[in-house]
T-cell receptor, first 115, second 112 residues
């Protein structure tokens, strides 16, 4: 089966610019996550969707980060304006519905460099 | 919220030796403990997981042990091979509250 697709693979921007990342989860996966992974650290949850609804966005810096999953399939994460400390890999993950498994399927991520 | 601590941060072993990575968690209600392997330029991949009603689980050369009382769990890799070289992350969560909290990772280097 096709995996979780993310684009772009790399992005370099200057601080105060805006950027958007796209994720297409595995077909049929109802739950979608965005994680931020700073170099040398573990992934940190930014937001969790169940279909097109937000389940948990408690760690999302809402003054600059936003995310949507309008049709309950693909998702977009946006940063505006970017700060130097936003340099990280942004990972998207999805999970099958119905509690069949706790396993998360991760994409390869978008590596963001803010200069 | 949950806090997961992982050590060591780096681990170098000779091919064929065993490797052990340890994690502790803070939330006594956590009941699901997976381990993910991340290779360079890729997203993490699940390699093994354990639930709180089980003390140990094994899958070929990989095993995980859980001590609920002490709130710690460990990954054991036996007969290490160069392809085991990667960053390993432990994680914890409560069933029903699906988001995982990850540890800070262990970079394992298996020397041929």
């Amino acid at each position: 089966e096709a995996g979780v697709a993310q684009s772009p693979r790399y992005k370099i921007i200057e601080k105060r610019q805006s950027v958007a990342f796209w994720c297409n989860p595995i077909s049929g996966h109802a739950t979608l996550y965005w994680y931020q992974q700073i170099l040398g650290q573990g992934p940190k949850l930014l937001i969790q969707f169940q279909n097109n609804g937000v389940v948990d966005d408690s760690q999302l810096p809402k003054d600059r980060f936003s995310a949507e999953r309008l049709k309950g399939v693909d998702s977009t994460l946006k940063i505006q304006p970017a700060k130097l400390e936003d340099s990280a890999v942004y990972l998207c993950a999805s999970r099958p519905p119905g509690g069949r498994t706790e396993k998360l399927f991760f994409g390869s991520g978008t590596q963001l460099s803010v200069l | 919220g949950e806090n997961v601590e992982q050590h060591p941060s780096t681990l170098s072993v000779q091919e064929g030796d065993s490797a052990v990575i340890k994690c502790t968690y803070s939330d006594s209600a956590s009941n699901y403990f997976p381990w993910y392997k991340q290779e360079l330029g890729k997203g993490p991949q699940l390699i093994i997981d354990i639930r709180s009603n089980v003390g140990e689980k094994k899958d070929q050369r990989i095993a995980v042990t859980l001590n609920k009382t002490a709130k710690h769990f460990s990954l054991h890799i036996t007969e290490t091979q160069p392809e085991d070289s990667a960053v390993y992350f432990c994680a914890a969560s409560r069933t029903g509250r699906r988001a995982l909290t990850f540890g800070s990772g262990t970079r394992l280097q298996v020397q041929p």
